[in-house]
């Protein structure tokens, strides 16, 4: 990838369309925009359009997967509209944005697509090491105060190596890629779901984001 990074298009359902770089994604300022726009990102949540955040947890030299699973689980899961925040080593997080072309982005859900298009980041935010744990947290209690429940009821998970999932801080559940990335997406789908019922919110029930609303 050149020192320009790639461009990728995203389309919603009503035809717009915007264009951002690949070189987001190993950008940390997304974070922060997603980060100074929670209010915004919890309308989106509890209306359904992005449906639940997953974190991808890995640890350096960890022995894990080939990176080519770890981007079809990716792809699969904005897919269906949940956002991914990449917490992996800066090493790994530099060969998944190479593996990522301008096409990726494209097979974004509809809902994903419309909030990332507003606020300006890619649906899948590399955090890498040097954001603090705390400011993480924050932002996941900020989200359950705002929907009157605790973190732990939030449409959240986490993907870890099985050798560290026990030792993984995560609000939500942590799953691993032992069966593979089609299971694996299939799992966290489910528990999403029901994480969504469970704080009666609808789920796959369309409905625009509006920031005014």
Not at 55 to 82: A, C
Not at 90 to 96: F, L, P, R
Not at 139 to 148: I, P, R, S, V
Not at 180 to 186: E, F, L, M, R
Request: aromatic share 8%; net charge negative.
């Amino acid at each position: 990838m050149n020192s320009d990074g790639q461009s990728v298009d995203l389309s919603t359902e009503n035809g717009e369309s915007f264009s951002i770089t690949t070189l987001n994604l190993l950008n940390k300022d997304s974070w922060e925009t997603l980060n100074e726009s929670a209010d915004l990102f919890f309308k989106s949540l509890k209306l359904g359009r992005v449906r639940g955040v997953v974190s991808i947890v890995d640890f350096p030299n960890s022995g894990s997967k080939d990176d080519s699973e770890y981007i079809q689980l990716i792809q699969e899961l904005i897919n269906r509209d949940i956002m991914v925040t990449i917490s992996i080593g800066e090493t790994v997080g530099i060969n998944m944005a190479g593996m990522i072309g301008p096409d990726f982005f494209q097979r974004a859900g509809d809902g994903i697509a419309e909030f990332c298009n507003f606020i300006g980041i890619l649906p899948v935010l590399y955090i890498g090491s040097t954001i603090d744990k705390s400011d993480i947290l924050d932002f996941y209690n900020g989200l359950a105060q705002h929907a009157a429940v605790e973190k732990i009821n939030l449409p959240i998970a986490a993907i870890s190596p099985s050798r560290y999932e026990g030792q993984i801080e995560s609000p939500g559940a942590v799953f691993t890629m032992e069966d593979g990335p089609a299971k694996t997406v299939d799992l966290i789908d489910a528990h999403i779901h029901d994480k969504r019922l469970g704080i009666q919110w609808c789920d796959r029930c369309g409905g625009r984001f509006s920031p005014f609303s």
